[in-house]
């Protein structure tokens, strides 16, 4: 069984910064990609952004490049996304995630294991 726990959300000012976590355990390698993902009230599940297993390899969505960052820490099974210059419309919940297959499949929603989310507010 694998469990992926996020952490690290909360309330900031549009402009202001969040990192957030996630951190795996149980039976996940790491050559699983990671990813993250977010869902505002009333809309689908987007992708943000993805990491291969090595962590050579990312990809964004066009919303946030330059803007957020996806890292990881394999002696930790850890993930982080390090959100800058916040904006309102990033406000939702966001979703780790992890995938049997590289980043792409991360991106092309090819999800293995979800987290169960941490809410990111964004005030203007």
């Known amino acids: 069984q694998v469990q992926l726990v996020e952490s690290g959300g909360g309330l900031v000012q549009a402009g202001g910064s969040l990192r957030l976590s996630c951190a795996a355990s149980?039976?996940?390698?790491?050559?699983?990609?990671r990813g993250w993902f977010r869902q505002a009230p009333g809309k689908e599940r987007e992708f943000v952004a993805a990491?291969?297993?090595?962590?050579?390899?990312?990809y964004y969505a066009d919303s946030v490049k330059a803007r957020f960052t996806i890292s990881r820490d394999n002696a930790k099974n850890t993930v982080h996304l390090q959100m800058n210059s916040l904006k309102p419309e990033d406000t939702a919940v966001y979703y780790c995630?992890?995938?049997?297959?590289?980043?792409?499949?991360?991106?092309?929603?090819?999800?293995?294991?979800w987290g169960q989310g941490t809410q990111v507010t964004v005030s203007s």
């Open positions: 149980g039976r996940i390698f790491s050559s699983y990609a």
């Open positions: 995630a992890a995938s049997r297959g590289p980043a792409v499949s991360v991106r092309n929603h090819q999800i293995d294991y």
């Open positions: 990491i291969s297993g090595s962590g050579s390899s990312t």
